[in-house]
């Protein structure tokens, strides 16, 4: 466990929490909402978290140089500069992102799940992939990606092998979201208040992947946790915005 205590280096004492960009050259008003983003609202903040899936896909940090790439990292090199805070957590579709990527874009590394101390509460942040544990499809492949033998062997491959591969994953995983109900890629309550009493019942669950951006009320053995679920860039943008006085989301207009 990594426990983070958000700094105070800009100009707002706000920390702002974003999921599921999927950021991709073939939708760029997407693209160009987040660097709007990157360079307005979240200069406001202290902290930017993004908590998963920034990419569509991520085939390796030998892929910084790509121009579509390359203008994302100059937007977070922009924004750190300007004195926030920005922390990157693997998705499921961005696992592969190491220290290059990290170091160009001037971004902190961390861990899945992460405790953090938010204004005198204490908040778990995850990407939420690991609460869907009635995927079980989807879980075992999980577990196979991470492996660390298996992403040494993906990545010893050349670059536009590795892209030919995951787009070839990617079309079979819709395919295959077609015939799972919704039920099934949701987070299990079972699996998250086991995570929750593994952490002690922190004040907040703050977390993206399913989509499906919502506030709930948690009670696990008498003691309460507010789970956030951030929603995707999908449509249109969204974040979660904490101060000391608490959290509440926002949305982008990315027309």
């Avoid at 702002?16 to 903040?45: G, V, Y």
């Avoid at 799940?113 to 609460?131: E, K, Q, R």
Wanted: proline content about 2%; aromatic content about 8%.
């Amino acid at each position: 466990m990594v426990n983070l205590n958000t700094g105070s280096s800009a100009s707002s004492d706000v920390t702002i929490f974003i999921s599921d960009l999927h950021l991709c050259a073939s939708r760029p008003h997407i693209t160009s909402a987040f660097l709007q983003f990157l360079s307005s609202d979240a200069k406001s903040a202290k902290a930017l978290y993004i908590l998963g899936d920034l990419f569509e896909y991520w085939a390796g940090d030998d892929d910084v140089e790509d121009d579509f790439n390359k203008q994302i990292i100059q937007g977070f090199k922009q924004l750190a500069t300007s004195g926030v805070s920005i922390y990157l957590m693997h998705g499921n579709r961005d696992f592969l992102i190491t220290d290059d990527f990290c170091k160009a874009a001037h971004i902190h590394l961390i861990n899945d799940p992460t405790l953090i101390d938010l204004y005198g509460n204490t908040a778990l942040l995850s990407h939420g992939d690991a609460l869907c544990t009635d995927d079980v499809t989807y879980q075992q492949f999980r577990t196979q990606v991470r492996n660390k033998q298996w992403q040494s062997e993906f990545l010893s491959q050349p670059l536009q092998a590795r892209k030919s591969q995951i787009e070839a994953i990617r079309l079979r995983s819709e395919q295959e979201k077609s015939n799972k109900s919704a039920a099934i890629m949701d987070v299990n309550p079972d699996a998250v208040s086991q995570l929750l009493k593994e952490y002690k019942h922190p004040s907040l669950l703050i977390h993206g992947h399913t989509h499906r951006p919502n506030q709930h009320q948690l009670l696990v053995e008498g003691k309460t946790t507010t789970r956030w679920v951030l929603g995707d860039w999908y449509e249109q943008g969204s974040y979660l915005i904490c101060d000391a006085s608490g959290c509440r989301s926002v949305n982008l207009n990315c027309t």
